[in-house]
DNA sequence: ATAAATAGTGCGTGACACTCATAATTGATG
DNA sequence: CATCAATTATGAGTGTCACGCACTATTTAT
């Protein structure tokens, strides 16, 4: 047939209904909840049976499943992007933190099907790896940052990772409950841990961000002292 | 009557069949998770009819949250016994973060039904409230600890209690899914970049905690050297 | 054109949370 | 102790859904 409407190969088809199938399904999840999500209401917005569905997805948790992997794996490639360019790597810090808390905000409903999947069916083997691909934007700064000498070379990676997304989960959570607390605070609290804790002499000096009462920075100017005193007596 | 098994008076038997029901549907849930348990299910460990179940709570829902509540309402009772008696406060914080994710890890399934909770039911306020009961704990040592001038006295509070509660929980997954990550390393990260953060610098003079080659125990003993110097030269 | 393969349909079914009419138990009262 | 009202218990019954399945429609290959 040469019918414009049917030009599309039966592939491009089936690709366009499952796309179809994740959209209605996201949206039906998001309003609903796993529980209070209908089938029914899915294939209905989606345009299809209730029983089509069931060709492209084994169960109701496996549609759920594939919709929280394209989300992750979007959100993945949108943090990339967030921090590409940002050469200091406080500031590429700073701007991850940034763009996770702010997703875990506005795309908290996603983010709690996700959460509600681990619970629904343990043990997906798929979660842990596109939750791997997503944390690794954040390896790959620390490392940066280690290998240019300004994040502390013998910091543990995972430590510093849980410190990382723990935190901004634990006070996206809060943010929501109360309201009243604002975003930038929670990034510049972020940045403040992470120039404590993991940042090197290199990064304090010449730093202004550390408000005064900073042990750091203040043996940092010591040592300066010190130094300048031992050429001294030379 | 004298029967002695009916020496109980009603309310003391409506009482104790409530926490049969309670200890049922504990092991239910947990064994199979919010969808997979079965009121049946749990009517019969508890001994009683399926029907009975609704005199006590209204719907499954709300039995999860009565469970949930009497949870964490004994975890906030041990956690102060835990941190009792630690006259010092990071001995103190130590105590409550090895407390904390030992029972994050040790009872993480009735943890995750908290989690599906608010998924399932969102907005229940009176999660909201014992978990506010819960972190209490970690709010009274903190102010604590400024007061006493260990901890820096502008420090915000709910975003040190972010840092703290967030990190052990990522780190409790992390653990629970990595398998091979001690413990007590995850505990002493936490200790670490408390005291790197928030600490003043009358914790540093005299500790002895931080292994060789961290930062502010090098530059603290930097600053020992100039001060001697410094005398020196008077 | 015809067959083979693939995609779509929607009624049927079993599982399960919750209801309700009825029964059993309790303790107060004369 | 007998009676009664209030409370608590029961389990068969009901409505809702996820999912199965027998069948139809459409596309591709021959």
């Avoid at 794996?73 to 700073?94: S, Y």
């Avoid at 795309?107 to 999947?117: F, M």
């Avoid at 290199?202 to 408000?211: E, K, T, W």
Wanted: hydrophobic share 40%; proline share 2%.
């Amino acid at each position: 047939m040469t019918d414009p409407a049917s030009s599309l190969t039966r592939r491009q088809k089936v690709e366009e209904r499952e796309q179809a199938i994740l959209d209605a399904a996201l949206s039906v999840f998001v309003e609903h909840g796993y529980r209070g999500a209908r089938i029914a209401e899915i294939a209905r917005r989606a345009g299809i049976a209730e029983g089509t569905i069931y060709i492209y997805y084994k169960t109701k948790v496996d549609l759920m499943n594939a919709i929280v992997a394209r989300f992750w794996t979007d959100l993945t490639i949108d943090a990339r992007d967030a921090v590409r360019g940002k050469d200091d790597t406080f500031e590429a810090l700073r701007a991850l933190a940034h763009f996770h808390i702010t997703a875990l905000i506005e795309r908290i409903d996603v983010i709690e099907l996700t959460q509600t999947l681990r619970t629904v069916k343990p043990s997906r083997e798929d979660v842990r790896q596109y939750m791997r691909s997503y944390v690794a934007v954040f390896d790959d700064l620390f490392s940066r940052g280690q290998d240019r000498g300004l994040l502390q070379a013998d910091a543990i990676l995972w430590m510093a990772r849980d410190v990382f997304y723990g935190t901004l989960e634990y006070s996206a959570r809060t943010v929501l409950l109360n309201a009243k607390r604002d975003l930038d605070s929670v990034v510049e609290n972020m940045v403040y841990v992470f120039l404590s804790t993991y940042g090197t002499p290199a990064v304090h000096i010449g730093s202004d961000q550390l408000p005064g009462g900073d042990v750091t920075d203040r043996l940092e100017r010591a040592v300066a002292k010190v130094e300048q005193l031992l050429k001294d007596r030379e």
